[in-house]
């Protein structure tokens, strides 16, 4: 009996969702090059069977076969934007939060030095524009 592993346990119903769409539209785009899946097996390097997981969405299918069947149908490069940090909106959020906290404590302390600046500039006399 196989090892199932704790994190496919504990997969969120979304992210299994999305794995089988993943594996749908492998197996779509399979099928459009009219490849049989003993060829994309060779190709990948693995059984027929793992393929047939793959392309049904088992997460227990490693992410370097994912991987190289993405790059079989020339879609290798949106691997690299998946957790690219200018995507990381919420990293984003909390670094704008953080960056709002610290603007106001420090708001009073800028106005203080904002009205004691206006207070020691001396006063134009009056007419002189």
């Not at 492998?26 to 994309?40: F, G, H, S």
């Not at 906290?101 to 302390?109: G, W």
Request: proline share 5%; glycine share 6%; aromatic share 2%.
């Amino acid at each position: 009996m196989s090892k199932r592993s704790q994190a496919v346990d504990l997969m969120p119903t979304a992210v299994q969702a999305q794995l089988r769409r993943l594996g749908e539209d492998l197996a779509i785009a399979r099928k459009r090059r009219r490849e049989a899946r003993k060829a994309w097996a060779q190709r990948l390097g693995v059984s027929e069977p793992t393929v047939a997981r793959m392309e049904g969405g088992d997460p227990s299918v490693s992410m370097g076969v994912y991987a190289t069947a993405l790059w079989l149908v020339g879609r290798s490069q949106a691997l690299a934007d998946l957790a690219a940090p200018e995507h990381d909106l919420g990293a984003l959020e909390d670094a704008v939060r953080a960056a709002q906290a610290r603007s106001v404590r420090r708001r009073p302390a800028l106005q203080a030095r904002i009205d004691a600046a206006g207070a020691a500039e001396p006063a134009e006399p009056a007419g002189s524009s």
